[in-house]
């Protein structure tokens, strides 16, 4: 966590695109939250996806963004879904220490399908599968993945289940996403996409009190509770869950408002926030490194007209190549 720390208003908003750390000595909680807007828009904007699938690519880059901050190495935090529904995959990256990247892939006729039957809850649109964290520090390390299924519930409790069952630390997460429709400085009406989230972790410095309660066994379970939730968690857990949707995507509250309404009786502190861009890390030279691996019968079935194009999925840019260069390699 960045050292500079304020009490709130002693400097000013962070604003769009800037994830807000931030800690709550008295309750042992420390999390960070973000509004995110301009970046998305590029994002989102880019592919002209129908509004179900950004709602949910949306939700998907705040997480990403949320918990890729915290990273205290350089390395890529990727979240992705893998499922049966009309959403099939949605994929987001952090590159350390502020480039993010995402892109959603769908099945256009089942989309319409669940639109028309009004089936478009991000549960719904997602069906059974699973989300996966990966965390890569670069080719001398092996990556870590962590897997939770895709149950039914929302990306928000998921995310808490993967936090309970992987890392045991106790932790709440929000997120929302909105679309706008308002008007510019010149009165044109405009369409904007907006989305939020916060994650709160119990981090006391006596790891006992960070024991979740026990789950009740179901059926036939006669026994008693054995472990009580900490106390000054069930605070900071019931506060964060007063979070409406709209207070996460509404520009005119902010990450700042929102933390001094949840926390200010415990007095909340503010760190230096950190500023997330839409930048991919697709490259020429990446794209031709990757060719060269072909077989000279690749190189044949892929060209058209001598050429070779590839565009990448998530930023959309187009390499094209010439074939004759890349078949000298593959020889």
């Given at each position: 966590?960045?050292?500079?720390?304020?009490?709130?208003?002693?400097?000013?908003?962070?604003?769009?695109?800037?994830?807000?750390?931030?800690?709550?000595?008295?309750?042992?909680?420390?999390?960070?939250?973000?509004?995110?807007?301009?970046?998305?828009?590029?994002?989102?904007?880019?592919?002209?996806?129908?509004?179900?699938?950004?709602?949910?690519?949306?939700?998907?880059?705040?997480?990403?963004?949320?918990?890729?901050?915290?990273?205290?190495?350089?390395?890529?935090?990727?979240?992705?879904t893998k499922s049966d529904g009309p959403v099939d995959l949605?994929?987001?990256?952090?590159?350390?220490?502020?480039?993010?990247?995402?892109?959603?892939?769908?099945?256009?006729?089942?989309?319409?399908?669940?639109?028309?039957?009004?089936?478009?809850?991000?549960?719904?649109?997602?069906?059974?599968?699973?989300?996966?964290?990966?965390?890569?520090?670069?080719?001398?390390?092996?990556?870590?993945?962590?897997?939770?299924?895709?149950?039914?519930?929302?990306?928000?409790?998921?995310?808490?289940?993967?936090?309970?069952?992987?890392?045991?630390?106790?932790?709440?997460?929000?997120?929302?996403?909105?679309?706008?429709?308002?008007?510019?400085?010149?009165?044109?009406?405009?369409?904007?996409?907006?989305?939020?989230?916060l994650v709160a972790q119990f981090l006391p410095e006596a790891?006992?009190?960070?024991?979740?309660?026990?789950?009740?066994?179901?059926?036939?379970?006669?026994?008693?509770?054995?472990?009580?939730?900490?106390?000054?968690?069930?605070?900071?857990?019931?506060?964060?869950?007063?979070?409406?949707?709209?207070?996460?995507?509404?520009?005119?509250?902010?990450?700042?408002?929102?933390?001094?309404?949840?926390?200010?009786?415990?007095?909340?502190?503010v760190y230096e926030p950190r500023e997330v861009f839409d930048?991919?890390?697709?490259?020429?030279?990446?794209?031709?490194?990757?060719?060269?691996?072909?077989?000279?019968?690749?190189?044949?079935?892929?060209?058209?007209?001598?050429?070779?194009?590839?565009?990448?999925?998530?930023?959309?840019?187009?390499?094209?190549?010439?074939?004759?260069?890349?078949?000298?390699?593959?020889?």
């Amino acid at each position: 966590m960045a050292e500079a720390a304020a009490a709130l208003g002693e400097f000013d908003f962070a604003g769009d695109d800037h994830v807000v750390p931030f800690q709550v000595e008295g309750l042992d909680v420390r999390g960070r939250a973000v509004q995110l807007g301009p970046m998305l828009d590029a994002i989102l904007e880019r592919h002209n996806y129908p509004a179900p699938v950004a709602r949910l690519l949306a939700e998907v880059i705040a997480l990403t963004v949320l918990l890729g901050t915290s990273l205290k190495f350089e390395g890529k935090f990727t979240v992705q879904t893998k499922s049966d529904g009309p959403v099939d995959l949605l994929v987001a990256d952090f590159t350390t220490p502020e480039n993010v990247r995402a892109y959603a892939r769908f099945d256009q006729t089942l989309l319409d399908e669940a639109v028309a039957a009004g089936s478009i809850e991000p549960e719904q649109l997602l069906g059974k599968g699973m989300l996966a964290f990966t965390i890569d520090q670069g080719k001398f390390s092996q990556p870590y993945q962590g897997i939770v299924a895709l149950d039914g519930a929302t990306l928000e409790d998921i995310a808490g289940t993967y936090f309970r069952q992987s890392e045991q630390i106790p932790t709440r997460v929000r997120l929302a996403a909105a679309e706008l429709l308002d008007r510019d400085e010149q009165g044109k009406p405009r369409h904007r996409w907006r989305a939020g989230g916060l994650v709160a972790q119990f981090l006391p410095e006596a790891p006992e009190r960070m024991r979740q309660a026990d789950l009740h066994g179901g059926d036939g379970d006669e026994g008693t509770v054995k472990h009580a939730e900490d106390d000054a968690w069930a605070e900071a857990r019931s506060l964060v869950e007063t979070i409406h949707a709209d207070e996460l995507t509404d520009p005119q509250v902010g990450v700042e408002r929102l933390l001094f309404r949840l926390f200010h009786e415990r007095g909340v502190r503010v760190y230096e926030p950190r500023e997330v861009f839409d930048r991919c890390s697709c490259s020429r030279e990446k794209i031709k490194g990757v060719l060269k691996g072909f077989s000279a019968e690749e190189i044949e079935a892929s060209q058209e007209e001598g050429k070779i194009a590839v565009t990448c999925e998530f930023c959309s840019t187009t390499y094209r190549f010439e074939a004759e260069e890349l078949a000298q390699a593959a020889e």
